[in-house]
């Protein structure tokens, strides 16, 4: 198949904008007359300092980070943050107390990773629904005295998304934003921690971005492996070892999209767009059901499904043939997942929604 008949629904790693991949393209074999590719270059030289500098300077400016914050580009996935935070921000083996709220798969992996360092509380969680909702500020059990307080913002297996950021008094908040980051504008000084990893909506698989309060920084548990610990990477500006070069060049690039495309402002009214035009189709339809419920769902992963496991294999498999790759829900869900991150252009959501009509009128009595 060619580029131009694919829309790429994977939910990750995802699609990227082919004018980014058209540049890294050109550049692929001498960067700016270098006479190299980024990915062959010193990380200490100046033509890359030069790319590292300006894509965290991009980054800043996309979500306005105030000077209290760092912006670090690390590697590990967004994974090891599961175990970075605890162990950065519990400050004392088996000492520390932080409350979660566990509202999906990677909240659920968190939370049994953060258990191996100190106490949990969880502060809230969505399994008796499948986690099909996001719980309200109401609902959550909230310990004043807590180190931090941790939630991923976007659900990216179910499909819910919070739709308001905890007000949690001083407790300082860690938010996992790896699939709706850069989707809408955030408040980063409401927060102590936000991180990333990149292959959702912002660069290649291996680099995960964390955004974090410097005060929060240096108080490490004593055994923390010297590159898991922020003090460190804060002081080293992300270079303790050789970064993932060729990921931030590639962030950099997409940032440069995403100013064309009105910032991260800009990408809240497309992406509103976009998913409004698959739910409303959903909640009219006579054979489809969204799985999230309303007032919990994810602009980034919308899940549904018939509620007939054939016609939903017969609906990704006509799908793939139209080339609407990828519509295939996790394992742990069924049905079906669209990933519409940033980069998905609307006319693919529009095509997808065609195929839904056809699929619908073909597949109902
Ligand atoms: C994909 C994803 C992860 C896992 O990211 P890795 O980079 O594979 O470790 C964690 N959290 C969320 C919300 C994700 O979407």
Known sequence: MKREEVFNFSAGPSVLPTEVLEIAGKDILNYGGSGMSVMEMSHRSKVYLEIFESTKS???SALSIPDTHEVLFLQGGASLQFSMIPM???????????????????????????????????????????????????????SPDADYFYYCANNTIYGTEWQYVPETGNVPICCDMSSNILSKPVDVSKYGIIFAGAQKNMA???????????????????????????????????????????????????LDWLGKQGGVEGMEKIKKEKAALLYD?????????????????????????????????????????????????????????????????????RKLVEYMKEFEVSNCV
């Not at 939370?111 to 008796?128: F, L, M, P, Q, W």
Request: glycine share 8%; charged share 25%; with cysteine.
């Open 204 to 254: 290649p698989a291996g680099l995960t971005v964390v955004i974090i309060d410097k005060s929060l920084a240096g108080k490490e548990m004593s055994c923390t492996p010297l590159m898991m610990s922020y003090q460190r990477m804060i002081e080293k500006d992300s270079m303790y070892n050789t970064p993932p070069c060729w990921n931030i060049y590639m962030l950099g690039l997409v």
């Open 88 to 142: 950065n921000l519990m400050h004392e083996l088996g000492k520390g107390k932080a409350d979660y709220a566990v509202t999906g798969n990677f909240a659920t992996i968190a939370t049994k990773e953060a258990k191996k360092y100190g106490t949990v509380n969880i502060a809230a969680s969505s399994e008796d629904k499948n986690h099909t909702y996001i719980p309200k500020q109401s609902d959550l059990k909230l």
């Open 58 to 60: 991009k980054m800043k």
């Open 281 to 349: 189709f959903l909640d009219n339809s006579k054979l489809f059901k969204a799985c999230a419920e309303p007032g919990s769902r994810s602009d980034m992963n919308i899940t549904f499904r018939t509620g007939d496991e054939e016609k939903d294999a017969g609906f990704c498999k006509g799908a793939s043939a139209k080339g609407l790759t990828n519509v295939k829900g996790h394992r742990n869900v069924g049905g079906m997942r669209a990933s519409i991150y940033n980069a998905m252009p609307i006319e693919g959501v």
